[in-house]
C-alpha cells in the first residue's frame, strides 16, 4: 500500500508559478514509477509529468519547458515545479504510483490549481 498526499495547489495569476508536492507514506525507491496527472471540467484526466525509479522523466508536449518533475527520495517526496502558468493549466492535480511488483497503481486525493487574474 501507497498513501499519497498532494499539496501545494492554489490560486496563481497567468505567467507565475507554483510547485506541487506530493508526499509518499513510503520510500519512493521501492515505487517504479511517480507521476503527475490533472483533470479540468468535463475533460479526461491526462499525464502531466512521470519520474522512474532510475531518475528518467517525461512530461506532456503542452507542458514541456513549462513544467519539471523531480523527485527527493529522502524525503519520499517527487514534485511539480510549474512555470509561466496558464488559464488552461487550471485543473486537479493528481499524484499516482505505480508499483509493478504489487499491480497497483495508487492515487492522491488531489490539489486543486487555479490559473486566473
Known amino acids: 500500500q501507497v498513501q499519497l498526499v498532494e499539496s501545494g495547489g492554489g490560486l496563481v495569476q497567468p505567467g507565475g508559478s507554483l510547485r506541487l508536492s506530493c508526499a509518499a507514506s513510503?520510500?519512493?525507491?521501492?515505487?517504479?514509477?511517480m507521476g503527475w496527472y490533472r483533470q479540468a471540467p468535463g475533460k479526461q484526466r491526462e499525464l502531466v509529468a512521470r519520474i522512474n525509479v532510475g531518475g528518467s522523466t517525461n512530461c506532456a508536449d503542452s507542458m514541456k519547458g513549462r513544467f519539471t518533475i523531480s523527485r527527493d527520495n529522502a524525503k519520499n517526496t517527487v514534485y511539480l515545479q510549474m512555470n509561466s502558468l496558464k488559464p488552461e493549466d487550471t485543473a486537479v492535480y493528481y499524484c499516482?504510483?505505480?508499483?509493478?511488483?504489487?499491480?497497483?497503481?495508487?492515487w492522491g486525493q488531489g490539489t486543486q490549481v487555479t490559473v486566473s487574474s
Open positions: 499516482s504510483a505505480v508499483v509493478v511488483l504489487e499491480a497497483n497503481e495508487y
Open positions: 513510503r520510500s519512493i525507491s521501492s515505487i517504479n514509477v
